[in-house]
T-cell receptor, first 112, second 108 residues
Framework: KAGVTQTPRYLIKTRGQQVTLSCSPI?????VSWYQQTPGQGLQFLFE???????NKGNFPGRFSGRQFSNSRSEMNVSTLELGDSALYLC???????????FGPGTRLTVL | GIQVEQSPPDLILQEGANSTLRCNFS?????LQWFHQNPWGQLINLFY???GTKQNGRLSATTVATERYSLLYISSSQTTDSGVYFC??????????FGTGTRLTVIP
């Protein structure tokens, strides 16, 4: 069974631009969660989608948004990028609520 | 959210040595997980261990849910064990709270 995939793997943007990251969960998994990892803040939860609905949201500004499609694939969008948005963005999928989560390889975003 | 404390923050071992990593939670968690983050950043699942003890090769983990802690044991460490180890647990919702990690360096 294929694992969680994320695209692109690396991205360089400039301040003020916007970016879209994609995540394809493990086949059969309907829950997709997003996390941000930075050296200063560690791993922090962004949001979770289940059956195309955002079920849970972390403490991030409204510039961070996401969505999930009917095939469970998910995208997250960051608008008006700031230098502090430079981070590793990780996506995880799980079969149902509070079950084991499996992570993708991540997208490393650099904002210049 | 809950606070997750991992100790030690850094650990340097000689190849072949054993080690114990600890994870303390400020509140009850269910479905605790241990991960190893590889040099490329991917989180590799080690254990999904709400309670009790599990073993996988040289690694084993024990969670005592009533006392809100979990332990990860690494025996006969190898250089490939180097990296950062995280524990994480969800609250009622499906979002994981992560510890700050233990950085393990195994030297030959």
């Amino acid at each position: 069974k294929a694992g969680v995939t994320q695209t692109p793997r690396y991205l360089i943007k400039t301040r003020g631009q916007q970016v879209t990251l994609s995540c394809s969960p493990i086949s059969g998994h309907r829950s997709v969660s997003w996390y941000q990892q930075t050296p200063g803040q560690g791993l922090q939860f962004l949001f979770e989608y289940f059956s195309e609905t955002q079920r849970n949201k972390g403490n991030f500004p409204g510039r961070f948004s996401g969505r999930q499609f009917s095939n469970s694939r998910s995208e997250m969008n960051v608008s008006t990028l700031e230098l502090g948005d430079s981070a590793l963005y990780l996506c995880a999928s799980s079969h149902r609520t509070a079950n084991e989560q499996f992570f993708g390889p991540g997208t490393r975003l650099t904002v210049l | 959210g809950i606070q997750v404390e991992q100790s030690p923050p850094d650990l340097i071992l000689q190849e072949g040595a054993n080690s114990t990593l600890r994870c303390n939670f400020s509140d009850s968690v269910n479905n605790l997980q241990w991960f190893h983050q590889n040099p490329w950043g991917q989180l590799i699942n080690l254990f999904y261990i709400p309670s009790g003890t599990k073993q996988n090769g040289r690694l084993s983990a024990t969670t005592v849910a009533t006392e809100r802690y979990s332990l990860l044991y690494i025996s006969s460490s190898q250089t490939t064990d180097s990296g950062v180890y995280f524990c994480a647990g969800p609250t009622g919702a499906n979002n994981l709270f992560f510890g700050t990690g233990t950085r393990l360096t195994v030297i030959p």
